[in-house]
C-alpha cells in the first residue's frame, strides 16, 4: 500500500511539473505548431532526458487558460534500457485566469488519459526519477521569506475544480538489482465538484499485481479542517474483493502537530481465502484446515507522532472474541498500557498439526540428527547470532490478560488472569491464576532479560485438581485418579529447551489424595511375583493400585529431578519411592518399596507393620519405562529372616540337613508366590 502511494505521488508530482513547465513555455508563443520543437528542447533541457509531444497540441488564454495535447514522451537518460520515463496518451486543463488574482482558483477540468510511469532501479543502484541537480550557489547572507498563511489556514482563498480525472493509468517498478518487477495497472481517480467549503466525493481504483484494489468515500471540508484543526474522513478500502476497511475519523492540526482520530472496521473476512486468491500458500500450518476462516475487526485509533491510544477494540478470530484497548507514548522507551478479554480460544486448533505415524523413538531420532545437522551448521558459518534484548530492556509495561475458556494441549482451562508489569528488562506476572478440573492454580513469575541469556522463576499453587480427568485430555490415557495440590518453585535460564532443561532448578512437593495409579497392581507384585511382572498367566482383570495419599516431595538440580522419599500409603500396602528422572537424557532410575501391612487404614496412619517387601526398579526412558522386581534383596531379605529364626538355629546346631532342605524349598515357595 506504501508503494502504491508513493508510485501515485511521483506520478502527480511529475505531471503537475511538466503541466506547470508547459504553461510557463508555451505562452510566451503565439504559434504553438511552429515553435513546438523549440518547446520540446527546453522541456528536454530543464529536465535532462528526452522530451517529444504530439502535433494536435493546443493553447487557449482567454476567459479560460487551456492547454490540451496528446502522445506525450518524456524519456530516460542513457543509463536506462527502458526507453520512456513517462507516457501521457492525451491530457486537457482549463483553468480561470481572473480569479487568480484573488487568490481563487477555478478550474473547469483536469483529464489526464492512460498516463504511464516506469519506475528503475539499475544494478548499480541508480534511479531514473532523479532529476540533474542545480550548480547554482545561493547569495551569501541571502535570507528568504517566510510564506504566510491566510486567515483561512490557505495560501489560497478558494478553490473549485469541476472535474478532476485520472483515466487508465499505469505504474511500473523494475528492480533489475533484485530481480523484482511489479505492475499497478488500471488506475482510475475520479474527484467531482472540488471545492474547500464541502466534502470531496473520491473515487480510486487499480491493479496491482493483478490484484484489484479500490478506495472511495469523502474527504473533508478542508477549509473547515484548517479553521478549526481537523479535516473529516469517511473511506473504504477494498482489497481483492474480499477485504473491506473503512476509515471514519478526522485528520487534526494539519498546519501544527498532525494527528488523527478514527475509527477503523474491518467487515468479516477470510485470510485463508485472501491468501488463496493472491496465489499463495497459507504461511501457517495448522492443526485445523478450517482456522483462521473468519475474522473481524473493530477500534477506535486516536494517534499523533509522540503517543497512540486504541480503545472500544472488537477483533473476532473464528469462534474467539477479543475486547482490547491499549495507550502507547514516549516511542524512543515505549510505555504500554493494555486490557485484553477474550472470551474463548482453542490453541490447539492454531498449532502446527502432529503426526501420529512416527514412533516417539523415531522422534527422538530425527530431533537428534536435526541437532548434529544444526550444529555442523553453526561450526560451518559460525556461532548464531544472538538475540538483541535491548528494545525490551527499554519498554515499560503495565497490562493485564483475561481468558474465559482455555483449551490448551487438550487441558481445559476456565477463568485465567494475568497481570504483567515491566521495566528495565524485568518483566514481572503477578498474579497469574486459573481455574481447572474442579480446582484451581495461582502464582506469579519473573523474566530477565536484563543480560544476554535471560532468566526466569516461577512458583505455582495447585489446589485441588483432578488430576484423572486431566490426564486423560492432555494424554488421551486413563493411568491415574486423585485430587493434586501442589507447591512448586522452578527457576530456568534461556529460550531454548535444551538449555532451559540444563538450567532447571527448583523444589515443591506433589500431594495425591484418594485417587489409583492404574496399570500397576503394586499389591500383587508384593503377593505373586510371577503374575506382577509377566512370568505368570495374565489374567483378563485390569491392574490398579488404589491409594488414599501419594506425597511426592522433589528437587531439581540442573535438570535431574530427585525424590527422596515419595510415599503411598493405601488400606493394604506402605509404598516408599526413590530415585531421579534426568530431564536432559529423558532417563529413569526409581527404586520403589512395597510393604503389605495388616490394616485398612490409609492416610496419616504411620504405624510400621510387618509384611514382605519386595522391592521394584524402574528404569528406562520416559517414553517407554521398564518395571522389574529387584529378586535379589528380596532372596537377601528372606534368606536373613530365615538364618536368625530359633527354626534355622537348631538345624545348623543338629545338622539336620534333611529339615534345610525342606526350608530352603519354602523359601524358594515364597520367593516365586507358589
Known amino acids: 500500500m506504501k508503494k502504491v502511494l508513493k508510485w501515485g505521488l511521483i506520478v502527480i508530482a511529475s505531471l503537475v511539473v511538466i503541466i506547470i513547465a508547459a504553461i510557463l513555455i508555451i505562452p510566451r508563443v503565439v504559434d ?12 528536454a533541457q530543464a529536465f535532462g532526458r528526452p522530451f517529444s509531444i504530439g502535433d494536435d497540441l493546443r493553447l487557449s488564454v482567454f476567459p479560460w487558460a487551456g492547454i490540451s495535447f496528446s502522445d506525450l514522451h518524456l524519456g530516460n537518460v542513457k543509463e536506462f534500457e527502458e526507453k520512456d520515463f513517462v507516457r501521457i ?42 532529476l540533474p541537480q542545480k550548480t547554482t550557489k545561493p547569495k551569501k547572507d541571502e535570507k528568504v521569506p517566510a510564506g504566510k498563511i491566510s486567515e483561512t489556514g490557505l495560501p489560497i482563498s478558494a478553490l473549485w475544480v469541476g472535474n478532476f480525472s485520472i483515466k487508465n493509468g499505469e505504474v511500473l517498478w523494475i528492480d533489475h538489482a533484485a530481480g523484482i518487477r511489479k505492475q499497478v495497472s488500471d488506475i482510475n481517480l475520479t474527484l467531482q465538484e472540488v471545492s474547500l467549503d464541502r466534502p470531496v466525493e473520491l473515487k480510486f481504483s487499480a491493479v496491482v499485481d493483478k490484484q484489484p484494489l479500490s478506495i472511495q468515500g469523502s474527504v473533508g471540508p478542508v477549509r473547515k479542517g484548517f479553521q478549526e484543526g481537523s479535516v473529516s474522513m469517511d473511506l473504504s478500502l477494498t482489497v481483492l474483493n474480499q477485504l473491506t476497511l473503512r476509515f471514519k475519523g478526522a485528520l487534526e492540526n494539519l498546519a501544527v502537530f498532525p494527528g488523527i482520530e478514527l475509527d477503523l472496521e474491518v467487515a468479516e473476512f477470510s485470510p485463508r481465502k485472501m491468501v488463496a486468491a493472491l496465489g499463495r500458500t497459507f504461511p501457517m500450518a495448522t492443526a485445523d484446515p478450517n482456522a483462521f476462516d473468519r475474522m473481524t475487526l473493530n477500534a477506535h485509533i486516536k494517534a499523533n507522532s509522540k503517543k497512540v491510544s486504541v480503545s472500544n477494540g472488537i477483533l473476532g478470530l473464528d469462534e474467539s472474541r477479543l475486547n482490547f484497548s491499549m495507550k502507547a507514548s514516549d516511542f524512543s522507551k515505549p510505555a504500554v498500557k493494555f486490557d485484553l478479554n477474550l472470551n474463548q480460544i482453542n490453541l490447539d486448533r492454531y498449532l502446527p498439526p502432529t503426526s501420529d505415524k512416527k514412533s516417539s523413538v523415531q522422534q527422538q531420532d530425527q530431533e537428534t540428527k536435526s541437532q548434529k545437522i544444526e550444529m555442523s551448521k553453526e561450526s560451518a558459518t559460525g556461532p548464531t547470532k544472538k538475540a538483541d534484548y535491548t528494545p525490551l530492556r527499554r519498554l515499560i509495561l503495565d497490562g493485564q490478560l483475561k481468558i474465559g475458556t482455555l483449551i490448551a494441549n487438550k487441558a481445559r482451562i476456565q477463568d485465567v488472569i494475568l497481570k504483567i508489569h515491566a521495566k528495565n528488562g524485568i518483566f514481572n506476572l503477578d498474579p497469574l491464576k486459573l481455574n481447572m478440573y474442579q480446582g484451581n492454580v495461582s502464582g506469579k513469575a519473573t523474566l530477565n532479560v536484563t543480560k544476554d541469556i535471560p532468566e526466569s522463576n516461577i512458583r505455582l499453587n495447585v489446589r485441588k485438581v483432578e488430576a484423572g480427568p486431566l490426564l486423560r485430555d492432555v494424554l488421551e490415557k486413563d493411568i491415574f485418579e486423585g485430587v493434586m495440590q501442589a507447591n512448586v518453585t522452578l527457576a530456568m535460564a534461556g529460550t531454548d529447551p535444551a538449555l532451559i532443561k540444563k538450567t532447571l532448578n527448583g523444589h515443591g512437593e506433589l500431594l495425591f489424595n484418594d485417587g489409583a495409579i492404574k496399570g500397576i497392581d503394586l499389591v500383587g507384585m508384593v503377593q505373586n511375583v510371577q503374575a506382577a511382572f509377566g512370568l505368570a498367566e495374565k489374567s483378563d482383570q485390569k491392574s490398579r493400585t488404589d491409594f488414599a495419599e501419594l506425597k511426592a516431595p522433589f528437587t531439581i538440580t540442573n535438570g535431574v529431578i530427585n525424590t527422596p522419599q515419595t510415599s503411598l500409603k493405601s488400606p493394604l500396602l506402605r509404598v516408599i519411592a526413590k530415585g531421579t528422572a534426568d530431564l536432559v537424557r529423558e532417563t529413569l532410575d526409581f527404586r520403589v518399596e512395597p510393604k503389605v501391612v495388616g490394616t485398612i487404614k490409609g492416610q496419616g496412619d504411620e504405624t510400621q507393620r510387618s509384611g514382605i517387601m519386595v522391592p521394584v526398579l524402574i528404569t528406562g526412558n520416559f517414553s517407554s519405562p521398564k518395571f522389574r522386581p529387584d529378586l535379589k534383596s528380596v532372596a537377601k531379605q528372606q534368606l536373613q529372616e530365615v538364618l536368625e529364626s530359633e527354626k534355622a538355629q537348631k538345624i545348623f546346631e543338629k545338622e539336620e540337613l534333611k529339615q534345610l532342605q525342606e526350608i530352603t524349598k519354602g523359601l524358594l515357595k515364597g520367593l516365586l508366590g507358589q
Open 32 to 43: 504553438v505548431q511552429k515553435y513546438k520543437p523549440e518547446l520540446e528542447k527546453k522541456v
Open 89 to 130: 496518451k492525451s491530457f486537457e486543463a482549463r483553468i480561470k485566469l481572473l480569479p487568480l488574482l484573488s487568490k481563487d482558483i477555478q478550474v473547469k477540468k483536469f483529464i489526464l488519459n492512460e498516463p504511464r510511469m516506469v519506475l528503475v532501479k539499475n544494478k548499480d543502484g541508480r534511479v531514473n526519477w532523479e
